[in-house]
């Protein structure tokens, strides 16, 4: 039947976010609810996203999935919970020129195959799975035709990966926490969009880690049955946070942002001390790191850069603009220069026209930097060579998009198969 012959797809591209309030922990396990509200700045997918492209075809026999080139399995009950929320979902579609005719009760029998990049590597720690969940429930909602807001879809979303809720939004975004126990009030709603306050620049250390970090899902569930200080924070502190850092965000307010930021990060990294047994995150690079901001931020008098870790060495440093992110980078490549022999467009990645406005754009610059001035006790800048990986400049950032143009599609349109 060559009508039945028919592949239609969707291609989307989806943010990262990077949480100043955090997430740390979950009330219902299986429906992934949160133990306190969160907040996000999300990054601008032009240097980190996920782009997945999605088809539907009579001719498919499965379900099927691949993940940067590698085929993956679908069994697990994230992916399961959000494919069977979406199809639940889904739509009329008709495509006349294509012979494409789906109706809403046949989304439950029709296959999917789901083909997924990340521009930036997985292994990186880079929360990968909030810009993967966020951009596979987004694409199959267009594909599916499916009517539901982005905050509802951000409820499916969160059944893959809690942070993934926050990336259906660009600019500034709140998780609330909900209290209704089908979790359909525990969404994200976006604060200010990404024009709202764009001096802002962020640097992201990416650090070097031998170390097999423990994962999200089980950290945070120790630190549900261990941690004191973890229940402390969702009651009593988490809640007057969130209210000081909208206030931050609405008013532009850098000192309070900053404070709020850096005290969330590290109330984090100490609810994981606070769990039986602790778990280390942050490292050594990472806390020399926080020293040199905190050092630079009070001998400035007013902050100039805030900093927030996540469950991994890598730092995600915000600056208050570009002439301080420019500074910022200079201390920081005066600290953990490259490897002899890098190309400095490659240890600088994202938006690299940074390194034109620092004079760093040969490796011989950097040998010519000088410590910044409030570092008296000057550690050899020789000493630090490979303890950052490369660092990423990028800028608070827009939400999901459908990419229309068909050669940026992951799957071919006649086999539907990865191209
Ligand atoms: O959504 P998950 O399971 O990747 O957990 C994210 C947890 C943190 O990144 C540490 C905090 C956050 O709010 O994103």
């Known amino acids: 039947m060559a009508a039945e012959k028919w592949v239609h797809t969707v291609t989307a591209q989806t943010p990262t976010n990077i949480a100043v309030i955090k997430y740390w922990g979950k009330r219902d396990e299986v429906r ?8 996000s700045v999300t990054l601008d997918p032009d240097h980190l996203c996920t782009v997945t492209t999605v088809a539907v075809s009579p001719a498919f026999d499965r379900d099927r999935m691949w993940l940067n080139g590698k085929e993956i399995s679908l069994s697990g009950s994230r992916y399961q919970n959000c494919l069977r929320e979406i199809r639940s979902r889904g739509g009329d579609v008709e495509d006349k020129e294509k012979g494409v005719k789906i109706e809403k009760k046949d989304w439950e029998r029709l296959n999917l195959h789901i083909a997924s990049h990340n521009n930036f590597p997985t292994a990186a720690g880079l929360a990968s799975s909030a810009a993967g969940f966020a ?28 942070s993934a809720c926050r990336s259906l939004f660009g600019g500034f975004v709140k998780w609330k926490m909900g209290s209704k126990e089908d979790g359909s009030d525990s969404v994200a709603v976006q604060l200010a969009d990404e024009k709202h306050w764009d001096d802002l620049v962020i640097i992201i250390a990416v650090v070097s880690s031998r170390q097999k970090e423990t994962s999200s899902t089980s950290g945070m569930r120790e630190s549900v049955e261990t941690s004191l200080l973890l229940q402390h924070r969702a009651k009593e502190v988490v809640p007057k946070r969130i209210v000081q850092m909208e206030e931050a965000i609405k008013n532009q307010d850098f000192a309070s942002f900053t404070q709020l930021s850096c005290t969330d990060s590290n109330q984090f990294h100490a609810v994981c001390l606070d769990t039986s047994p602790p778990i280390f995150y942050m490292n050594d690079t990472s806390h020399r790191i926080i020293s040199l901001v905190e050092k630079w931020n009070r001998s400035e008098g007013t902050p100039q850069v805030a900093y927030t870790f996540d469950a991994g060495p890598n730092a995600v ?4 603009n570009r002439k301080v992110a420019v500074q910022l980078l200079q201390g920081l490549l005066y600290y953990f220069p490259p490897k002899s022999d890098t190309d400095m467009k490659s240890y600088v990645v994202g938006d690299n026209s940074i390194l034109k406005e620092a004079g760093l754009e040969g490796a011989k610059s950097v040998e010519n930097l000088q410590p910044p001035p409030e570092m008296k006790d000057k550690i050899g800048s020789q000493d630090q060579k490979g303890e950052v990986s490369y660092f990423i400049c990028t800028r608070p950032g827009r939400g999901p998009v459908v990419l229309p143009d068909q050669t940026q599609a992951l799957l071919d349109p006649v086999t539907g198969l990865p191209k």
């Not at 951009?135 to 990966?161: P, T, W």
């Not at 440093?317 to 208050?320: H, P, Q």
């Open 32 to 39: 992934i609810l949160p133990v306190n509200d969160s907040i």
């Open 135 to 162: 951009c596979l429930v987004f694409s199959l909602a267009k594909l599916m035709n499916v009517e539901e807001d982005l905050s509802q879809l951000s409820a499916i979303a969160r059944q893959g990966s809690g």
């Open 317 to 320: 440093l915000i600056a208050r």
